[in-house]
Antibody
Framework: QVQLQESGPGLVKPSQTLSLTCTVSGGSISSGSYYWSWIRQPAGKGLEWIGR???????KYNPSLKSRVTISVDTSKNQFSLKLTSVTAADTALYFCARASIATAGNSWFDSWGQGILVTVSS | DIQMTQSPSSLSASVGDRVTITCRAS??????LNWYQQKPGKAPKLLIYEASSLQTGVPSRFSGSGSGTDFTLTISSLQPEDFATYFCQQSYDTPVTFGGGTNVKIK
C-alpha cells in the first residue's frame, strides 16, 4: 500500500519561494504507470490542480500557475517536489501530493493522497 | 479549461435517504470522470473512477453513472459516515479540473 507524505515550511514570506517535498513509501516512484501530482485547497474552498510529473516524461502545469511552478522528481530518494515562486497571500492553502493511476486509454484518477500540509503566506 | 459544475452545492438528508449529486462538464469528456469524498481537514478519498467503476474498498451503496457531459453520483442509503463533501473531477484534458463540491449535511 503506497503512502505519500508532504514536508516543508508551513510559513513562507510574500515574494519568496514555496518549496515542498512528497516522500513516497511502500512502492517505487519509478514503477508502474502513474502521474505524481500536486493539488491545493484554500481554506473552505475547492480543489485546484497545480501540476504533475511522469517519471518517464515531462511535467505539465496548470496554465494559471505555469510561470511560477516547477515540479521535479528524485527517483533515488523516491520523492517529488514542488517549487512555487513569487508567492502571495492567495497561495495560502492546504497542499496535497497525490498519485494518479493512468489507464490504457490515457484517463487517470487520484487513488493515493498525502495528508496535506498547510502553507501560510505571511510576513 | 474544462469547467465542472456540480449541483446542488449543498444538501441536507437523513440516514437511510437516497442521495443524488450531479456533475456537468463544459465539453465532452467521454467517461473520464472521477468522484471523491472529503471530510474536514482530510485528503479526498477516491470513490468512483471512469464514471462508474467502484474503487476497491468503497461500499457498494456508492454508484456512478453518465457519459459525455452529464454524470451522477448516487448514495443508495445514506450512512452516518457519509456526511462529507463530494467532488467530481475530469481527466480528459489538462488542466485537470474539479467541481465546486457538494456538502452533504445531516437533516
Amino acid at each position: 500500500q503506497v503512502q505519500l507524505q508532504e514536508s516543508g515550511p508551513g510559513l513562507v514570506k510574500p515574494s519568496q519561494t514555496l518549496s515542498l517535498t512528497c516522500t513516497v513509501s511502500g512502492g517505487s516512484i519509478s514503477s508502474g504507470s502513474y502521474y505524481w501530482s500536486w493539488i491545493r485547497q484554500p481554506a473552505g474552498k475547492g480543489l485546484e490542480w497545480i501540476g504533475r510529473i511522469y517519471t518517464r516524461g515531462n511535467a505539465k502545469y496548470n496554465p494559471s500557475l505555469k510561470s511560477r511552478v516547477t515540479i521535479s522528481v528524485d527517483t533515488s530518494k523516491n520523492q517529488f517536489s514542488l517549487k512555487l515562486t513569487s508567492v502571495t497571500a492567495a497561495d495560502t492553502a492546504l497542499y496535497f501530493c497525490a498519485r494518479a493511476s493512468i489507464a490504457t486509454a490515457g484517463n487517470s484518477w487520484f487513488d493515493s493522497w498525502g495528508q496535506g500540509i498547510l502553507v501560510t503566506v505571511s510576513s | 479549461d474544462i469547467q465542472m459544475t456540480q449541483s446542488p452545492s449543498s444538501l441536507s438528508a437523513s440516514v437511510g435517504d437516497r442521495v443524488t449529486i450531479t456533475c456537468r462538464a463544459s465539453q465532452y469528456i467521454v467517461t473520464y470522470l472521477n468522484w471523491y469524498q472529503q471530510k474536514p481537514g482530510k485528503a479526498p478519498k477516491l470513490l468512483i473512477y471512469e464514471a462508474s467503476s467502484l474503487q476497491t474498498g468503497v461500499p457498494s451503496r456508492f454508484s456512478g453513472s453518465g457519459s459525455g457531459t452529464d454524470f451522477t453520483l448516487t448514495i443508495s442509503s445514506l450512512q452516518p459516515e457519509d456526511f462529507a463533501t463530494y467532488f467530481c473531477q475530469q481527466s480528459y484534458d489538462t488542466p485537470v479540473t474539479f467541481g465546486g463540491g457538494t456538502n452533504v449535511k445531516i437533516k
